[in-house]
């Protein structure tokens, strides 16, 4: 593959919700030119304002000319060096977007997708151009949480490793890179475990949430526990990512706990709805929720 490009300088981020929004934030303060593009324009018009207020905030006003939004999809992908997808947890949805994005990308440019637990092989199954194609999950990059963790599939060019981690580098990630695939990547997998124990442990009445959140914390030494965790994904994106392992597993014992589904059809969201497991008076305070 030898037109493809080295460095990664432009990215078009299609999905300007929870977290291409956090992607936006740290391309831009590190001089890489973000183009947004959400299919609802009044999304990425959102998204634009908020993550430039988060540049001016954090002292790097200078960076919000590096952001730009688009209505227009091709007008979005014109001349990047990635495409990368943030749009919701959902395989059939991925793929649609994913076939969108390869109709009309530059040969050059690579493909990428911030999925949670898809794998490259089941996103990009079929499509032209998928030895361009890599996921790279992003963990929550304003609060800190510094992780890229990049998994390549059996058709993907062992160069884009080095070129997708460079870019990760350069805005301030720490990539690592999975040898081969599997579903979840390696530390959601682990955080799955532990998600969905403190659900079954919580949803069985064996203790409070606001306990088991204080109790790890204490245990592991970590700032937030599984619920507060939880609340700031998304409790829509948990629960997608729980059907998910539910329906390839069938085994009940991976059903999602009625309590997410409540809370979720309840549209209680988490932090970005301003309730979910706990309260939110703003997007840092919790407080318990009734
Ligand atoms: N939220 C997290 O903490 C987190 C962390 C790591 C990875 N992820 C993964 O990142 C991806 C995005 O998650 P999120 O939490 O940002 O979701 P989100 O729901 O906050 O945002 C998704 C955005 O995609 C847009 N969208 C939907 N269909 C689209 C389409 N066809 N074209 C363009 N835009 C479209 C929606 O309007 C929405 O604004 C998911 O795969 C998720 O599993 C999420």
């Given amino acids: 593959m030898s037109c493809i490009t080295s460095r990664i300088d432009s990215v ?3 999905g300007a919700g929870t977290m291409g929004r956090e992607i936006a934030w740290a391309c831009a303060r590190s001089g890489v030119d973000v183009r947004l593009f959400d299919v609802k324009p009044d999304v990425a018009a959102d998204a634009l304002t908020t993550v430039s207020r988060w540049l001016s905030d954090d002292g790097h ?3 919000i000319q590096h952001l730009r939004r688009f209505d227009d999809l091709c007008e979005a992908l014109a001349e990047v060096d990635l495409a990368f997808e943030c749009v919701p947890e959902d395989l059939p949805l991925k793929r649609k977007v994913h076939a969108q994005i390869s109709k009309v990308l530059p040969e050059s440019a690579l493909q990428g997708s911030n999925s949670s637990v898809l794998t490259p092989s089941e996103i990009a199954d079929g499509l032209p151009g998928g030895a361009k194609f890599f996921c790279m999950n992003f963990t929550h990059i304003r609060s800190g949480e510094r992780l890229a963790e990049y998994m390549g599939g059996p ?4 160069a884009i490793a080095r070129i997708a981690s460079e870019w990760a ?3 301030g990630m720490t990539p690592i890179v999975l040898e081969r695939e599997i579903l979840g990547y390696v530390q ?14 919580a949803a069985s009445g064996y203790a409070s949430i606001e306990d088991i959140d204080r109790g790890f ?9 599984p619920f507060r965790i939880m609340d700031k994904v998304g409790l829509d994106t948990v629960l997608r990512i729980e059907h ?3 329906r390839r597993s069938g085994n009940d014992d991976d059903r999602p706990p009625a309590m997410l589904e409540d ?3 309840e549209g209680k969201l988490g932090v970005q709805s301003g309730e979910g497991f706990y309260c939110y008076d703003n997007d840092v305070a919790p407080r318990q929720a009734k």
């Fill in 12 to 14: 078009a981020l299609i």
């Fill in 61 to 63: 006003p200078d960076s």
């Fill in 155 to 158: 058709r993907s060019d062992p």
């Fill in 169 to 171: 580098l350069r805005i």
């Fill in 188 to 201: 959601n997998r682990i955080w799955r475990a532990i998600k969905k124990e403190a659900l079954y442990l």
């Fill in 217 to 225: 914390v204490l245990s592991w030494g970590v700032s937030e526990g």
């Fill in 244 to 246: 998910e392992y539910f």
């Fill in 263 to 265: 809370l979720v059809a």
